[in-house]
């Protein structure tokens, strides 16, 4: 109930993150932002990042936005696999409609793909 109250179904938008399949990079923070503005960040424990290594998904934010196109900008900083610094930065377009709206973002180390829902 409490949830409903704070993000009517009409604005909501919740973010999700997960590592693709077989990836073995050390995911150290995420960092998302709407429109310019910083609506989450999160750094990783070892059992966060061992559970999206297995297939878990992390609800990484849930908020309230506007009908309409929106700037989601993304930014990982981790360890590839040899041990050499790893940061990314993916912008894309998001386009809300009325009802929530779900995004999905699937790292790897080469980039970050964007699932709209």
Not at 27 to 39: A, N, T, Y
């Amino acid at each position: 109930l409490e949830e409903k109250l704070l993000y009517p179904s009409g604005t909501q938008v919740a973010v999700f993150v997960s590592i693709a399949t077989g990836e073995t990079f050390r995911l150290d923070s995420v960092e998302i932002q709407f429109d310019g503005r910083p609506v989450a960040h999160h750094l990783y424990t070892f059992k966060e990042l061992e559970a999206l290594q297995n297939g878990g998904v992390q609800r990484i934010y849930t908020g309230n936005i506007q009908t309409g196109v929106h700037d989601l900008q993304v930014s990982i900083i981790g360890k590839s696999k040899g041990g050499s610094d790893l940061r990314k930065t993916e912008s894309f377009k998001v386009s809300k409609d009325v009802g929530p709206k779900i995004v999905e973002l699937s790292l790897t180390a080469q980039n970050i793909t964007l699932k709209d829902r």
